[in-house]
């Protein structure tokens, strides 16, 4: 009896330990609740569209109100939602009817169809002066559907372990210096400051309950402490989101937080389980480190190669290649021929450069390859996904280098120099048991892709407090409100790739076929690679940085000065202009930036100049066999 006594008490422990094992933590209790609120409300706002008299201003503005007021409840969870299923996010707060899927994953998968809904394009639709009741409806009840995901088990069983937290809210602090103090994603302007206020009260409850339930691993007190103090600043902040400090709201607060978040995923050792921390490095101590994320291998084929003398020797004849007009048809022309060095490797002197026959122009602007790594997609209309694919289509290309792959192999392994050089890296490469055109492509993307690393005083300003004029504080602070140019160009490297740096925007700008703005570019961009209505005359995002350096500008170098470009984004674009462009994601509607604020805007970009150093040209190219390659001229001849 007392042993059956004694197993009962052992089997009685045993599920009362099982039980508390099974017990939602005060943060998952957290989640749970506020999803469910989030829940109720955009329920409730489903049922006042229903019942609303969209026809009458009163009634609109009302559901324009209820909107706004479910958007704050929505801001609460964006920290867990955006993190845990990003492709559910956009149906309940996507900030485009479609998008397709210009991601990293399109290395692997081709491009689809991606529908938007939610409360976003709710409100962006309720603006129409005739609002179909069942449209707005439809949008609504996608965002109902959406959030039950994420209280399913798959999204909530996540919640029992802190790693998922801390890369969510590296996310949040990224999102925090790249879009939700501008209008990217919130259609109302006066609502920025405000929703953003909410958000980083409600966050605070987070970090409070998840301390609690993971205390071997919490946030810590200077983190808390200097979270405190962000709140504090933005209460503090005027309600307009144009008069708000966004440089030293980003410099003293987000940044910090960033690199203490950032220490924690280190010291805790969390792991990830989300492709939103695909290209995100851990190591990384700053938003504006140039090490933040990578999208690009420039290595290539040299991939495993890390000894230092051995990478010094990849870019030693990575460098004569870029010179060497061997890797072109005829022998006159060279990488450098277009991508000129001491222009920012773009070209400077012609609104687009010359073809291989040497009689017409390119159809496209030549675009600068510093600061090329740092996006997913390559080229101006996306169609390459690696440095690699990108230099062999243009060393290959009829009407750019005109050479052909087993050409250009012969005529490099005819140099002694190069075929020494190539044949010691074979070891590197076990892969690859002789000597390949990617061989020489990667060397000479290895070899550009150096000028990427390099810092501006904005970055300084940002990693080293060091100072900047108050004329670019402006700037900047134009740039990311009044002027909304951080819509489309992302912190850190004003590009179009935006947190969590795996997605390529591409945009619609309406770019004239010249300053007369008679007609439109008949450049197709982006539907030449993926045909679909909204790619139609899109264009990547390219990144500001340098941009006072890498005239002209536009894909078809229209314009020649930045003022001449701020004056197009001014004026609202093509449509702006009185063009006709069915499809233009720029804003039609003039900026009215002042005379005083253009100029405060290029200031700005002149604090992204990056201080390069830029190396000489080689004396000489390596000797061939063939004496008739031995007359070919460093640089080429055009």
Request: some cysteine.
């Amino acid at each position: 009896m007392k042993k059956i006594r004694i197993l009962s008490v052992i089997v009685a422990l045993v599920i009362c330990s099982f039980t508390l094992e099974k017990q939602p933590t005060v943060y998952r209790k957290h989640y749970l609740h506020a999803v469910a609120e989030f829940e109720n409300a955009d329920r409730s706002l489903f049922d006042k569209i229903k019942n609303a008299d969209l026809a009458s201003p009163l009634g609109k503005a009302q559901i324009k109100k209820d909107i706004s007021n479910t958007r704050l409840k929505l801001k609460g969870i964006d920290i867990w939602l955006r993190y845990l299923e990003p492709v559910m996010y956009n149906k309940i707060n996507g900030p485009l009817p479609v998008e397709w899927e210009n991601e990293v994953f399109e290395k692997f998968e081709k491009p689809y169809r991606r529908e938007g809904a939610g409360l976003s394009l709710a409100e962006i639709y309720l603006g129409n002066s005739i609002v179909n009741k069942d449209t707005l409806l439809w949008l609504v009840d996608r965002s109902l559907a959406a959030i039950k995901t994420f209280q399913a088990d798959s999204i909530t069983g996540q919640l029992e372990t802190f790693d998922h937290f801390l890369l969510a809210n590296r996310l949040f602090l990224l999102n925090l210096a790249a879009v939700y103090t501008t209008t990217f994603e919130c259609p109302d302007p006066k609502n920025v400051i405000p929703e953003l206020r909410s958000m980083l009260a409600d966050i605070k409850g987070i970090y409070t309950d998840f301390n609690q339930s993971f205390p071997a691993t919490p946030f810590t007190k200077n983190y808390l402490d200097l979270y405190d103090r962000t709140i504090a600043f933005v209460n503090a902040q005027p309600a307009d989101h144009t008069q708000f400090d966004h440089y030293t709201f980003i410099k003293d607060y987000v940044n910090p937080l960033f690199a203490i978040n950032q220490k924690l995923i280190n010291t805790y050792n969390a792991i990830s389980k989300s492709y939103n921390d695909y290209t995100l490095n851990n190591d990384a101590p700053s938003i504006f480190d140039k090490q933040l994320y990578t999208p690009q291998n420039s290595k290539g084929i040299f991939s495993l190669v890390n000894d230092p003398e051995t990478l010094e020797e990849i870019k030693h004849v990575g460098k004569l290649l870029f010179y060497d007009p061997i890797l072109s048809g005829n022998n006159q022309r060279s990488c450098i021929s277009c991508h000129k060095s001491t222009q920012y490797f773009t070209d400077t002197t012609v609104q687009t450069s010359l073809q291989f026959n040497k009689k017409e122009s390119l159809p496209r602007n030549t675009p600068s390859l510093v600061n090329v790594i740092y996006n997913h997609l390559l080229m101006l209309d996306g169609k390459h996904i690696s440095l690699q694919a990108q230099g062999k289509a243009v060393m290959t290309n009829p009407i750019e280098m005109g050479g052909t792959e087993e050409d250009i192999l012969a005529k490099v392994l005819s140099c002694k120099e190069y075929k020494t050089v190539f044949k010691k890296f074979l070891k590197y490469t076990p892969e690859e048991n002789k000597i390949s055109f990617d061989h020489i492509v990667s060397a000479v993307t290895y070899y550009y892709s150096e000028f990427s690393n390099y810092y501006a005083p904005f970055d300084e300003a940002m990693n080293n407090n060091k100072p900047i004029s108050q004329e670019s504080i402006k700037g900047f602070n134009l740039f990311m409100g009044k002027a909304r140019c951080a819509t489309c160009h992302f912190v850190p490297q004003f590009n179009g790739v935006k947190p969590p740096y795996i997605s390529s925007e591409f945009e619609v700008l309406g770019v004239p076929a010249d300053t007369t703005y008679q007609k439109l570019s008949t450049d197709r961009g982006r539907y030449e690679i993926n045909p679909a209505d909204e790619t139609l005359n899109a264009f990547r995002t390219g990144s500001i940085r340098n941009a006072e350096y890498t005239k002209p500008y536009m894909h078809n170098g229209i314009f020649t000065t930045l003022e001449q470009v701020v004056e197009f984004y001014d004026a609202g674009g093509g449509i702006g202009k009185k063009l006709s462009v069915t499809n233009q994601t720029l804003s039609p509607d003039s900026l009215k930036l002042t005379a005083s604020e253009k100029k405060e805007l290029i200031s700005f970009m002149h604090s992204l100049n990056e201080k390069i150093i830029f190396q000489k040209p080689p004396e000489a190219l390596p000797a061939s066999s063939n004496k008739e390659l031995n007359n070919r001229k460093v640089g080429g001849e055009y």
